[in-house]
């Protein structure tokens, strides 16, 4: 399998950015086109909330097509292609629509969606590499000084946020972990009032270690409205298969915004209504709003943190000014 090279490493707030985003889009609409010219159909698909609507009221007039099933939300169109149909889609520019190309036996040629991939080598002048799989595509923002950081490091510099696609998250967590660190590694959750117990029996292989976060949540219960502790607790992860259970269990708690911090040695932390977390590691890892990235605190330069995500495809760089 072969994929375009979207790579761009420049900031945003250069014009070298530019430059290179112009240029893949040029090479993306190279490569749409030369696979149209060979296919026999195209389905496009359309997400909610996306305006290519009016583009799919147009083809359907000049075009014979079908509405096809797909397994998530919006729609799929199969469009049947002749000579006519080729020349339309080439003079309209549509190569940015998320889109599968089809061969004459209904085979899959070329697929156009966050990534751009496909089959056979191409006599095109585009950056194109040799995968196996797809490569994670990242965004990384970094912030000088962050206001909303409770993880206080012995010469942090700088926090960085970095994002990728919603369904990869876990993978890019879990594989950013094990790059990261060494083990035994140390983990910090927060989880709900009345857990303590429990938590303790069922995470005992873990050197589970309970403490009183300091942190309250107003709550309604049968007997009333109170104040409800949230619990924290450590664990101790020792291997891999160790840290898979932990991602099987226990990630839901990053997805609805409580505490998941992972670092090498165990946090020291103040309890308490604006507690903080305190570490003499070079870099602690945890998790943006709905766990939508991850967000490395670290003394490190953008440099040397790049080099633990050279596996990824960064495409958009943006550093706070």
């Given at each position: 399998?072969?994929?375009?090279?979207?790579t761009?490493?420049?900031?945003?707030?250069l014009p070298?950015?530019?430059?290179?985003?112009?240029?893949?889009?040029n090479?993306?609409?190279?490569l749409?086109?030369?696979?149209?010219?060979?296919?026999?159909?195209?389905?496009?698909?359309?997400?909610?909330?996306?305006?290519?609507?009016?583009?799919?009221?147009q083809?359907?007039?000049?075009?014979?097509?079908?509405?096809?099933?797909?397994?998530?939300?919006?729609?799929?169109?199969?469009?049947?292609?002749?000579?006519?149909?080729?020349?339309?889609?080439?003079?309209?520019?549509?190569?940015?629509?998320?889109?599968?190309?089809?061969d004459?036996?209904?085979?899959?040629?070329?697929?156009f969606?966050?990534?751009?991939?496909?089959?056979e080598?191409?006599?095109?002048?585009?950056?194109?590499?040799?995968?196996k799989?797809?490569?994670?595509?990242?965004?990384i923002y970094?912030?000088?000084?962050?206001?909303?950081?409770?993880v206080?490091?012995?010469d942090?510099?700088?926090?960085?946020?970095?994002s990728?696609?919603?369904d990869?998250?876990?993978?890019?967590?879990?594989e950013?972990i094990?790059?990261?660190?060494?083990?035994?590694?140390?983990?910090?959750?927060?989880?709900?009032?009345?857990?303590?117990?429990?938590m303790?029996?069922?995470?005992?292989?873990?050197?589970?270690?309970?403490?009183?976060?300091g942190?309250?949540?107003?709550t309604?219960?049968?007997?009333?409205m109170?104040?409800?502790e949230?619990?924290?607790?450590?664990?101790?992860?020792?291997?891999?298969?160790e840290?898979?259970?932990?991602?099987?269990?226990l990630?839901?708690?990053?997805?609805q915004?409580?505490t998941?911090?992972?670092?090498?040695?165990k946090l020291?932390?103040?309890?308490?209504?604006?507690?903080?977390f305190?570490?003499?590691?070079?870099m602690?890892?945890?998790?943006?709003?709905?766990?939508q990235?991850?967000?490395?605190?670290?003394?490190?330069?953008?440099?040397k943190?790049?080099?633990?995500?050279?596996?990824?495809?960064i495409?958009?760089?943006?550093?706070e000014?």
């Amino acid at each position: 399998m072969y994929i375009l090279d979207q790579t761009n490493e420049w900031d945003v707030n250069l014009p070298e950015f530019d430059v290179r985003n112009d240029e893949v889009k040029n090479q993306r609409e190279m490569l749409f086109d030369y696979f149209i010219m060979k296919a026999s159909s195209v389905n496009i698909l359309v997400y909610q909330g996306l305006n290519e609507e009016k583009m799919i009221k147009q083809m359907k007039k000049f075009m014979k097509n079908k509405r096809v099933k797909i397994g998530h939300h919006g729609k799929c169109y199969k469009f049947f292609l002749d000579d006519a149909a080729r020349s339309w889609i080439l003079a309209n520019s549509i190569s940015e629509c998320t889109s599968v190309i089809y061969d004459q036996n209904d085979i899959a040629i070329a697929d156009f969606y966050r990534h751009v991939s496909f089959y056979e080598k191409v006599p095109l002048p585009c950056s194109v590499l040799p995968v196996k799989e797809l490569p994670i595509q990242l965004e990384i923002y970094i912030r000088e000084k962050d206001r909303e950081c409770d993880v206080d490091l012995q010469d942090q510099a700088k926090s960085y946020y970095i994002s990728t696609e919603y369904d990869c998250i876990e993978k890019l967590a879990f594989e950013t972990i094990e790059n990261l660190y060494f083990y035994p590694l140390s983990i910090y959750i927060e989880t709900h009032d009345g857990e303590q117990h429990q938590m303790q029996k069922d995470w005992a292989k873990y050197a589970v270690e309970y403490i009183d976060s300091g942190q309250r949540v107003f709550t309604l219960s049968s007997k009333g409205m109170y104040h409800a502790e949230v619990p924290g607790f450590f664990l101790t992860v020792k291997n891999t298969d160790e840290l898979k259970v932990v991602f099987e269990e226990l990630f839901y708690l990053a997805y609805q915004n409580d505490t998941f911090i992972v670092s090498q040695n165990k946090l020291d932390i103040r309890t308490g209504r604006n507690r903080i977390f305190k570490s003499g590691d070079e870099m602690v890892l945890t998790f943006d709003h709905d766990a939508q990235g991850i967000i490395l605190y670290t003394s490190l330069n953008f440099e040397k943190v790049k080099n633990y995500f050279t596996s990824y495809m960064i495409t958009h760089i943006q550093q706070e000014s």
